[in-house]
């Protein structure tokens, strides 16, 4: 063509909506563009523009308020599946509602799972909960506790055996992986898997194909791993006891459980959830548990952490009327604290304490070593003027220990 036309298509608003380009071998415009039918045409293709544009924007604005609906009841599953979780995994600490939320999250994956944590925080509890709110949770949860199994049995509870495999094996078994199938695998202190099994599970996570003991053919178990260690598999690692590559493989999605020591603010809610289990097992129980009661416990550190504390909240349950409150006296605190108190002593050797008696005049080693700790603490306030923030950081103390020593001794003296 030599010759073009070109026109804005507007709307009603005399906004621009596009640009009508007519194409012509003859360079004479006005005979057409002057028509009536010309001008219909222009409105037409206004009309069908601004009509487009309508249509667009709705669905536009359908699709993000269906994406705002979607996120919205994500968010609220996520946060019911959080309560429910927080009927077994107690705690109102940001640690713990954090640990809840990664918890739902990695429920959501097919990744393999990693839980770090010391003993006793409830390690198992997170297996459960990922099992729980996972697309497996019709399937099987398969626990397997590599510390507990001797090293020479471990890899036949595995991976199962065909008859005869071994001398003593007189009927066939399936192993843990198979009846893992569809399901969840629970390997608890996997750091204590054994050098030659941890290079076949590797094997077996790559490919979820296995073959047991004595067998032909490789058998398929399509299995989500949820391992659990409280010895650090880095210094593992480094020591020569734990495979790096296994390692990473399992730590897909690493989570971590704090001790109690590291979230105080749980220790109330914790206590009160032990003596609702111990009441609903038992018929009648406490009615829950006294202030100083709490107070002494918040003074100890918890090396067996929530599984410690089960243990002595139930004794206490045991040794309180029913519908009476935890007192300290039947917390078995002075099978708790005088290895304490023999620590803080220890750790100030040398160190000269006005009126305390000579190693030759002591008769009572227990009052003697809280009276070598009120002092410690006694002195310790005055050189800080009364200051038991600083007072408690020069101790190595929580500041709330250094209070309820206070209270426990009676140290007033600033």
């Known amino acids: 063509p030599r010759s ?17 380009v007519l194409c012509n071998e003859e360079p004479e415009w006005d005979g057409i563009t002057a028509q009536p039918l010309y001008r219909g045409l222009l409105t ?23 994406r705002s609906l979607d996120h919205l009841h994500d ?26 939320a990664q918890i739902v999250r990695a429920a959501g994956s097919q990744l393999s799972v990693l839980v770090q944590g010391e003993t006793g925080c409830g390690k198992d509890l997170v297996a459960q909960g990922i099992h729980r709110f996972s697309d497996r949770a019709e399937g099987p949860l398969v626990v397997v506790n590599c510390a507990a199994i001797p090293d020479s049995l471990l890899e036949s509870e595995l991976f199962g055996h065909t008859k005869g495999a071994f001398s003593g094996a007189d009927r066939a078994k399936e192993g843990l992986l198979a009846q893992a199938d569809g399901g969840t695998l629970f390997l608890d202190e996997i750091g204590d898997m054994p050098m030659a099994l941890q290079s076949k599970l590797l094997r077996v996570l790559e490919s979820r194909r296995f073959r047991p003991l004595g067998a032909q053919q490789e058998q398929h178990s399509d299995f989500r791993l949820v391992a659990a260690t409280h010895q650090p598999l ?3 690692i480094e020591e020569g006891r734990f495979r790096r590559d296994l390692f990473y493989r399992l730590s897909q999605f690493p989570l971590r459980v704090k001790p109690l020591r590291e979230r105080p603010e749980d220790l109330e809610p914790l206590c009160r959830h032990f003596i609702r289990e111990y009441t609903a097992r038992e018929g009648a129980g406490p009615l829950g548990i006294s202030s100083h009661a ?11 952490n929530a599984r410690e504390l089960r243990n002595i909240v139930e004794f206490a349950c045991l040794q309180t009327p029913v519908g009476d409150d935890i007192q300290p006296e039947v917390l078995r605190l002075d099978d708790l604290f005088p290895s304490q108190e023999t620590c803080v002593a220890s750790d100030f050797q040398g160190t000269v304490v006005p009126g305390m008696p000579q190693a030759d005049e002591v008769d009572d080693l227990r009052a003697a070593a809280q009276a070598f700790e009120a002092a410690i603490i006694r002195e310790r306030l005055r050189q800080y003027g009364g200051n038991r923030a600083q007072a408690a950081e020069s101790l190595g103390l929580p500041k709330r220990t250094l ?11 600033a």
């Open 75 to 100: 968010a609220e599953a996520v946060r019911q599946r959080c309560e429910e979780l927080a009927t077994t995994l107690v705690g109102n600490s940001k640690g713990m509602t954090d640990l809840r």
């Open 4 to 20: 073009f036309w070109l026109e804005p298509i507007k709307g009603e608003d005399g906004r621009t909506l596009g640009i009508l």
């Open 403 to 413: 209070a309820h020593k206070c209270l426990k001794y009676q140290v007033t003296e």
């Open 44 to 66: 037409l293709l206004s009309h069908q523009w601004v009509s487009q544009l309508k249509t667009s924007d709705q669905v536009w604005q359908r699709r993000m308020l269906k």
């Open 234 to 236: 880095s210094d593992c």
């Open 294 to 304: 709490l107070g002494m416990l918040a003074a100890y550190n918890f090396p067996g």
